[in-house]
């Protein structure tokens, strides 16, 4: 086999090396500057602030998490193994992917914010109903930030982000106030 035919090979072969590996997006300096003020603070505290925690495989007790402009590194699990609520295509248990789930309140009535470093599916429920999104920025081109989603939510009500459809098992994700 010639040296030509080897690297042919290797070429062809690149694709399946670097799948499953972290996403990755590219950050566009000009993108960033049309961001509004609200959503340009969560692109800088995404690089910033860090709180490891990992994710649930069903509901359970928990403190539940309170919005704010630190960044959640997520642990995920297989998908396979999650309690998923949602029942459109997010509950979807496809092979080789991971999901998982975090309890949030919010402390007064308004516009909230959840992103993402990844293509992911985020659902907020309210018991067993996934909310309509009131804000909708899918594919971010600035930071860390790949997909960003806002949602009408109430104080005193205890919400579930659903995560799911990841192909990596650690997330990056953001729970802000607007």
Known sequence: ?????????FLLGMPFLT??????????????????PDLKAVVTAMED???????QIARAEMSPLSPALTRLDVALHSTKR?????????????????AGLLLFT??????????????????????DKALERS????????????????????AGVKYWLQLSGSTTREVQVMISPE
Not at 108 to 126: F, H, K, M, N, P
Request: net charge positive; glycine share 6%.
């Open 49 to 55: 602030s860090v709180r490891k925690l990992e994710a």
């Open 1 to 9: 086999m010639s040296i030509c035919n080897i690297c042919l090979i």
């Open 106 to 127: 919010v402390p007064q009535d308004g516009s909230y914010r959840v992103s993402s470093d990844t293509a992911l599916w985020i659902d907020v429920l309210d018991q």
């Open 82 to 98: 999650v309690s998923l609520t949602a029942t459109s295509k997010t509950a979807e248990k496809v092979e080789g992917t991971f």
């Open 19 to 36: 799948f499953g590996q972290e996403h990755q997006h590219r950050s566009d300096p000009l993108e960033c500057t049309k961001l509004p």
């Open 135 to 154: 804000v909708l920025n899918r594919r971010i081109q600035c930071g860390r930030v790949h997909k960003s989603l806002g949602f009408g939510l109430k």
